[in-house]
T-cell receptor, first 113, second 111 residues
């Protein structure tokens, strides 16, 4: 069966520090991968998605970047965190185009202080 | 420009009664609408979906209705149970790989 791992679960970082959140998927090949952020009152905002290794689409201009160095690995990064980067970050995967659902990791609560 | 809208941020329902969660959309191009349930500090979990060729889909206590002319869908939970208390998101893929979510509705079931 497929599983998705996301870590860390919580993170407190000072303003200006770098960020690296990692997500890995097991039990499937060539998944579509996604990073979402849940900010207060904003629902789930799609940040990045990837349909293959090295292929990244950015949805929202921001202080963050994403990379997919391996088929089942998706990384969310920042060189210098801002206070506004605080939020709940979720990684998700889905199957081929025409999929009917996406599966989410447990999320990372990021607090920038 | 929000393509999926949930205009009610919260809803309280008595245990045993019907919960009705609503969602409106602006983009006519979609393959599926999906409903997700989310508890605090956890990832969303899939509940039920409906394709563009249907107007109703039922799974146990959960039924989703789609009104394409009104660009409106709703999730019915009956009977409501305390464990249903969570935030519910509607989402659509709008015919591509991206899943666009609404802002969510917090459902509270009153014992």
């Amino acid at each position: 069966s497929q599983t998705i791992h996301q870590w860390p679960a919580t993170l407190v970082q000072p303003v200006g520090s770098p960020l690296s959140l990692e997500c890995t998927v097991e039990g499937t090949s060539n998944p579509n991968l996604y990073w979402y952020r849940q900010a207060a009152g904003r629902g789930l905002q799609l940040l990045f998605y990837s349909v293959g290794i090295g292929q990244i689409s950015s949805e929202v201009p921001q202080n963050l970047s994403a990379s997919r160095p391996q088929d089942r690995q998706f990384i969310l990064s920042s060189k210098k965190l801002l206070l506004s980067d605080s939020g709940f970050y979720l990684c998700a995967w889905s199957g081929l185009r025409g999929w009917t659902e996406a599966f989410f990791g447990q999320g990372t609560r990021l607090t920038v202080v | 420009d929000q393509q999926v809208k949930q205009n009610s941020p919260s809803l309280s329902v008595q245990e045993g009664r019907i919960s009705i969660l609503n969602c409106d959309y602006t983009n006519s191009m979609f393959d599926y609408f999906l409903w997700y349930k989310k508890y605090p500090a956890e990832g969303p979990t899939f509940l039920i979906s409906i394709s563009s060729i249907k107007d109703k889909n039922e799974d146990g206590r959960f039924t989703v209705f789609l009104n394409k002319s009104a660009k409106h869908l709703s999730l019915h939970i009956v009977p409501s149970q305390p464990g249903d208390s969570a935030v519910y998101f509607c989402a659509s893929n709008f015919g591509n790989e991206k899943l666009t979510f609404g802002t969510g509705t917090r459902l509270t079931i009153i014992p």
